[in-house]
Each structure stands twice: as structure tokens, then as C-alpha cells.
């Protein structure tokens, strides 16, 4: 039996000579941690300070940040670190006292929904996020089926692991939960949008075949884990048709692709002209800190709330919800996800370029600061994760931050901090092509 | 179809006039937080300010907390938020990173459990930390059964909320999920460890009657939510052995009676001497900050780590563990275990000699500062939980927080931050005695 695929994690049995101080914490570290931790690269890093997008180890080196989505206003954004120290020092109480702070955030981030995603829940976690979206849309309709992309990842609870194909092979989907393929571009040949859309219905009849009523079709607006696709605006439209034809709610993830990363829109679905049932948030909500939630249509939280009783503890917190409050006024006043669509226009023609030089880097995509490029092998373009594995090492080396994913593993996943600038951006696509020299020379 | 009875909720049909600032903050609130929230009292409160036991309205008053346990160490200790807020303006990044404060956390934490929990798996919620525990359960033992008491609560993930009957009947538990009656004070008739070990007997052989393989056997150790009950030392063990001779294992949820609230113990288990398969942490750990965790048998874990991928993006975080370690550093400092046990002590003497006055106010069990107090009938001495609800409101009136549970709802729950002084204790009793006082002779 063998852990699931986690391209570019730390292996002591091939792992070459370590810094002494690096050792001992990794020695300490695997004594005291469960024996899931698992560590990022052939040689882990240990950081001590960040700020913006730069993180810097032990020994002063400075690393450029062009991976971690979670810091997404910047490694400890003084507003955010101030805002948050400034309420824990006032009041922190839970949501069953009145409190205007939860009633302030939820009034100005419901702003910029939909008007018909008009209520907000609140979580600590994306998957605390993605469980309640099952639970209200399970509820909902009183149906259990869930259709998700085939290497999706929506988190780590029991019942969102079961809708999280890429957690790999030994942890069983649900009876109930359908996968389709992610979609893609087929070059011209076939319209993503309508193969998407006939994947689900027939994930749809297949679920009715197998008796189970239809809740939810539940999608990462980035398709992150699958590889990162953006696609064509609209695109999305008719699957999320289909599965409410059915019966069924549209919930869209945003807990990747959201809060101005993609830098036309603050949410990913935004892109498609949707309005979903149910939206999901999480990673950049308070810039490291633990905040998450669901916006949703109040009709579809109407039966949930008759049946059920929700209560989270920590979530909507004065704190959770000054953190979160914070991060949207430095979006807007920094003008982050205008960033984004800049520099991440500069990044993509970056990265299409060298593509053009290498031919082991393959197709290039995704939207804003949230792009993914195949590393495929120069002889029959197949996925080659191996290279994808010594690139992403490579960089760390010359401390480029960054990793890979995707159903093979051969997909550089690029998603720094927003403030990443046009000489952010230059250093990373600088560094990539002396990497890919040295790779592709070495290789031969 | 109706919600689940939740006591002391505000409840707009039923409140009387309200200061229009507080109305106008409810109406706010109901346009933008989803349906399932719910505010305490008949009159809800409007915190501003938080400082040790104490919570200051927007007039100016100030109000007894004697029922949140999250802000253990005291509202808003400056020693916590200092430790938040120097963290947050240095570094925050993941567990896929070195960082020695989650190593010095674990070390520090994991002292303090038995040698063979020896290991530390982190997550933001304790719904997420028993959530993760039953994962970790039904891999390492290739069962699916869950054992737990008749009204226990565990938390509100959906496999969570599955093992979670004090939910309501809306809620359905899992059909893998047993329940056996809480363990009670027989008045000497029978041997409440002798009789739960029994149940717990029957609800395995139940299961396997069905062909479920149990899987766990988990317990609040303070069964607060049962209507609290610390029962003698040592009661637990004949139950947790009988799971383990089923090849289950034992969870201690330790999420309400940790760290130190008990007063003679850092965790409920340890007064039965016996040494858990897993140990579920949450609320006060980082006195309102979101860390959770599972303190685990490291052979416990070894299937888990071979099958499955866990990686929770917030937990763990250098900022979480400064602030689980300035956790410990108070309770450590200002001996507030050593507190617990003194003023729970005298707290207990108190209501019982309250009881020997009043009627209404029936059995009063637990232990340190976790109590729980029936509220009775005078005829029949039958559960009132109508009488506990308005006990809870007149001591809100006069600026005491505190709250009633139990599977009636009639049991005053008393749960106070741990700095509460022999003075604070006299406060709360004084005002329950003029409380019942007003409420017996209204009654007549």
C-alpha cells in the first residue's frame, strides 16, 4: 500500500545532505507530528519571517513567493496583523451575542455577490466550507448525489474527502458521488461548455439509474487540482443548467479562485455569467487567518434552517471578521486584483513564450495570478511529472517558490501573493528559463 | 416541521421591547447571516468589550461571564493577543513549511498526555479535530461503527453531525451510529461504570448484529451536553476496555473538559487512568484563536498516513501555536487548573446548599469549573426546562451570563472563563439565589 502521489514532497530515503539545523528540526519535527505532515521539497525550507511576497529562512536568504494564495494581500499585510491584534485585544466573543462587526463584513462582502446570494454563512475552513454547502444542499433537495471533475479537491472532512477524488486511490469516493471529466481545451474541435454540460447529464441519468436523487454539481472555478483551466467566459453556464434542470443546486468553490485573484472578477463564476445557489469560500478570506464561509440564495437555506442546528464555535468571530474585513480593504485600496489581471496578462505571455523555447514546456493556462503550465516530455508531449518534480526543486534552489499538481503531476501551479508585481514576475519566468536550461542540458 | 428546541434563544415572536439600537442590529443581522443563526436570550446582548471574566455592553455595564469556556484564560489575556499579534507581523505560512513553533507547541503540548499519545495532528475546529478522529478510527480499524452517548454533541461537520444526536431528530444519525444511555448517579443502586460498560457491550454486539465492525467508542468526558456528569474517578475505564476488546478504539473528547477546567486534571480521561487511542482538543486551546487538534497513538496513525493525504491549510500555523503555547504559558503561570479545582469547589458547595433551599434547583454534579445544575419541578421533581430558560434570562437581566442544556434542556450549564475568583463564585451564587427567589414567588 503506498500514500497517494504528492509531487514534490520531502523524502528522507532520497533526500540528499541537509543543513544540520535542518535535520534536527525535521528529527523533532517527525517525532512529535502524526506521520501524515509531510514536507514541501527534496530539501525543506525553514522560513522565519515573510513579508509581501518574499519569504526568508533562517539564515537571511530571501525567497520569492510565487505559490502560497493563503498570504494573498501580502505575507503580514500590517493591515491585516493590525486589525486582527486591535480586535483580539477589544472583544472576542462568539455569534450567539450581537456583535456589528460579523454584520458589517457580511453587508459589505455580500456586496459583491449576486443580489440573490444574499445570506452568509461563516466557517474557520474551506472544507468546514464545503461540508456545510453539502449539508444545506443535501437538505435542499433531499437528494445525497454530488457530481464533481475527476481529480477535483474540495477539502478534507469525511464526507468533502469523499467528493475529493484527487486525495487519490484509498480514499473511497461516495456511493453517491459521480466524477466528470475536468473540462478542457480541444483545440477547436469541440466546445468545452457543451462537452462539460453532456458529462454532467450523464453523471445526472447515471445517479437517477442508481436510484439516488440528485443534490449537488460542485465545482473549483480554476479547476486548480485538475490542472488550472479558466476556459472561455460562459463556458460553465450550461453545466450549471443542467444539474438545477435536475433538480440539483450549482455550488461554485471559490475557495481558490476567489477574492480578485483571477483579476476581472472578484469570484471565478463571475466569468460565466452565473449566479450560484450556493458559493464557497476560504484560503485568502483573512490572509492566514482562519476564516472561511458560504454565501447562498436565502431559499436554499430555508429547509436546512427548520431541520438543522448550526453553530461554529470560532467562526464570525469580531477577530475572523476584522481579518476578513481588513483583506477586502487592502484589495481595494491596493487595487490587488487589478494586479492581477496586469501582471498576470505579463506572466502568461512570459510563460508562452518560453514554451515556445522549451519544448518540455507545453500548454500554458488559466486567468489572472492563477496559471498552470503543462511540463510535458519533448518527444511525445505526455505528462512528464518527473521533470515537472525537478523543476519546482530546482527553483527552491535558486528560492523561487512553487509546486506542481494536477492529475499527473505535471502541472506547475503558479499563484503568488497579489501584489506581485511585473519584476516579480520577470525573476520567476527569468529563473524558470536558466532552470529549464539547466534541466533540459543536463537531460541531454 | 419544527427547529431543535434550542433553550434560551431569542426568539423575535416572543421578546418583549428591545432597545431600538439593539433591534436595528438584529434587523441588520437577519438581512445578511444566514437562517440557522440564533442569538441567546429573550433580550439579546451587544458586547463591545471583553476583559477576564468580564463583558461590557454598549451602554458601559459590565456582565459575569460564567459560561464561555472558548476565552479560557480570560477575555481578550493581553499575554495571548500579544503573542497573536507579534506572530502575525513576522510570519504565517503552512505545515508544508519547516517551522519550529509547531514543534515547540507539540513538544510542550504532548507532555502533558500519557506516553502513548505521543503524536500531534493539528486542525482549526474541534468539529474538525473529531471529524478527522473518526477518519483516522475507521481506517486504522476497517470498521465504520460509532458508539456515543444518548445527547451527545460533537460537533457540526456532516459525519460529525452524524454522530451528534443532541442535533434533533432532524439530524439523522448515521445508520453505522449507536447510542447508549449517558452514565448517571444510580443513588449507590448500581455501578454507573459497570452499567455503561454494559451498553456499550450491547450497542457492539448491536452492531455487529447488523454487520458493522465498531469502530470507535467516543465520549465527552464531562458529558456536558448529556446534561454534565463527572461521576467517579476510574468510572470510564471498564467501557473504554470493552471497546478495545471489540478491536475499536477509544476517543476522549476533550474538546469542553480540557485543559485544566476540571481543576485536578489537564484532561477528563486522566481521572480514570486510562490512556486513549484518541484525544480530540478544540475550544480554549487557543482562547478564541482556531486551533484545534488529536493528540494519537502513533500506531493509530500508521494506516491513516499509508491511505490518505491530510493537509489542513490553516491549522498549525506559527501563529496558531503561539497561540496555544500562550495558552499554556497562563494556565501554567496564574495556576489556573489549581483555580479550577479551588473555585469549583466552592461553587459546588454553593448550589448545593442553594438546592437544600430550593426545590426547584435539583442534583448538582461535575467537577473544577464545569457544572451542571438541574432545574426541577418542586411537585414532582420532573425536568423544568421552562424555568431553566427564564433562570437564564433573569440572570441575564442582572448581568450574569450562563446558559442551560442536557437532553431537556433543564440543566444550567456553569462553565466560566478560569480566573473566576471565590468572589466572582459568590457573585453568581447571590444572583441565582435572588433570581430563584423572584422566580419561585412570581410562580407562586
Given at each position: 500500500m503506498t500514500a497517494p502521489v504528492m509531487i514534490n514532497a520531502y523524502d528522507p530515503s532520497s533526500a540528499g545532505n541537509l543543513d544540520p539545523a535542518?535535520?534536527?528540526?525535521?528529527?523533532?519535527?517527525?517525532?512529535?507530528?502524526?506521520?501524515?505532515?509531510?514536507l514541501f521539497y527534496e530539501e525543506p525550507?525553514?522560513?522565519?519571517?515573510?513579508?509581501?511576497?518574499?519569504?526568508?529562512?533562517?539564515?537571511?536568504?530571501?525567497?520569492?513567493?510565487?505559490?502560497?494564495?493563503?498570504?494573498?494581500?501580502?505575507?503580514?499585510?500590517?493591515?491585516?496583523?493590525?486589525?486582527?491584534?486591535?480586535?483580539?485585544?477589544?472583544?472576542?466573543?462568539?455569534?450567539?451575542?450581537?456583535?456589528?462587526?460579523?454584520?458589517?463584513?457580511?453587508?459589505?462582502?455580500?456586496?459583491?455577490?449576486?443580489?440573490?446570494?444574499?445570506?452568509?454563512?461563516?466557517?474557520?475552513?474551506?472544507?468546514?466550507?464545503?461540508?456545510?454547502?453539502l449539508r444545506i444542499a443535501r437538505t435542499h433537495t433531499a437528494g445525497t448525489g454530488i457530481i464533481v471533475?475527476?481529480?477535483?479537491?474540495?477539502?478534507?472532512?469525511?464526507?468533502?474527502?469523499?467528493?475529493?477524488?484527487?486525495?487519490?486511490?484509498?480514499?473511497?469516493?461516495?456511493?453517491?458521488v459521480r466524477t466528470v471529466p475536468a473540462p478542457k481545451d480541444y483545440g477547436g474541435a469541440r466546445d468545452p461548455g457543451e462537452v462539460f454540460m453532456r458529462?454532467?447529464?450523464?453523471?445526472?441519468?447515471?445517479?437517477?439509474?442508481?436510484?439516488?436523487?440528485?443534490?449537488?454539481?460542485?465545482?473549483?472555478?480554476?479547476?486548480?487540482?485538475?490542472?488550472?483551466?479558466?476556459?472561455?467566459?460562459?463556458?460553465?453556464?450550461?453545466?450549471?443548467?443542467?444539474?438545477?434542470?435536475?433538480?440539483?443546486?450549482?455550488?461554485?468553490d471559490e475557495v481558490q479562485a476567489g477574492f480578485g485573484r483571477l483579476g476581472t472578477h472578484m469570484w471565478g463564476f463571475m466569468r460565466h455569467g452565473i449566479s450560484p445557489d450556493l458559493v464557497t469560500l476560504g484560503k485568502p478570506m483573512g490572509n492566514g487567518y482562519p476564516i472561511a464561509g458560504v454565501a447562498a440564495r436565502p431559499a436554499v437555506l430555508d429547509e436546512f434552517a427548520a431541520k438543522a442546528r448550526y453553530f461554529n464555535t470560532f467562526a464570525g468571530s469580531p477577530v475572523a471578521c476584522a481579518a476578513g474585513m481588513a483583506v477586502l480593504d487592502v484589495i481595494e485600496d491596493e487595487q490587488l486584483m487589478e494586479n492581477a489581471h496586469t501582471v498576470g496578462l505579463h506572466l502568461k505571455e512570459g510563460f508562452e513564450a518560453l514554451s515556445k523555447r522549451y519544448p518540455e514546456l507545453g500548454s500554458v493556462r488559466g486567468q489572472g495570478l492563477f496559471l498552470g503550465v503543462d511540463l510535458v516530455s519533448a518527444d511525445d508531449l505526455s505528462p512528464a511529472p518527473q521533470l515537472a518534480a525537478r523543476l519546482v526543486n530546482e527553483l527552491r534552489r535558486r528560492r523561487i517558490l512553487i509546486s506542481a499538481s494536477g492529475p499527473h503531476g505535471h502541472v506547475l501551479k503558479i499563484r503568488p501573493p497579489l501584489p506581485f508585481t511585473t519584476e516579480h514576475a520577470d525573476m520567476l519566468l527569468a529563473a524558470t528559463d536558466e532552470a529549464m536550461k539547466a534541466l533540459t542540458t543536463s537531460v541531454g
Open positions: 535542518v535535520s534536527e528540526l525535521i528529527a523533532r519535527r517527525e517525532r512529535v507530528l502524526g506521520q501524515p505532515y509531510r525550507v525553514h522560513f522565519v519571517r515573510g513579508a509581501g511576497v518574499w519569504l526568508y529562512d533562517a539564515a537571511g536568504n530571501k525567497y520569492l513567493d510565487s505559490y502560497n494564495n493563503v498570504p494573498s494581500v501580502g505575507h503580514c499585510h500590517p493591515r491585516v496583523v493590525e486589525a486582527v491584534a486591535r480586535q483580539a485585544s477589544q472583544l472576542n466573543v462568539h455569534t450567539r451575542y450581537l456583535d456589528e462587526g460579523i454584520v458589517l463584513y457580511a453587508e459589505r462582502l455580500l456586496q459583491m455577490f449576486p443580489h440573490d446570494s444574499s445570506r452568509l454563512m461563516l466557517t474557520c475552513t474551506g472544507s468546514e466550507a464545503n461540508d456545510l454547502a471533475t475527476a481529480n477535483a479537491y474540495h477539502g478534507i472532512t469525511s464526507a468533502v474527502a469523499q467528493i475529493s477524488p484527487s486525495l487519490g486511490l484509498h480514499v473511497p469516493l461516495g456511493y453517491d458529462d454532467v447529464e450523464h453523471a445526472i441519468a447515471d445517479l437517477r439509474r442508481h436510484g439516488i436523487r440528485p443534490a449537488a454539481l460542485i465545482v473549483d472555478t480554476i479547476f486548480s487540482s485538475d490542472g488550472v483551466f479558466a476556459g472561455s467566459p460562459g463556458f460553465l453556464a450550461p453545466a450549471a443548467e443542467a444539474i438545477r434542470a435536475a433538480g440539483g443546486l450549482f455550488i461554485a
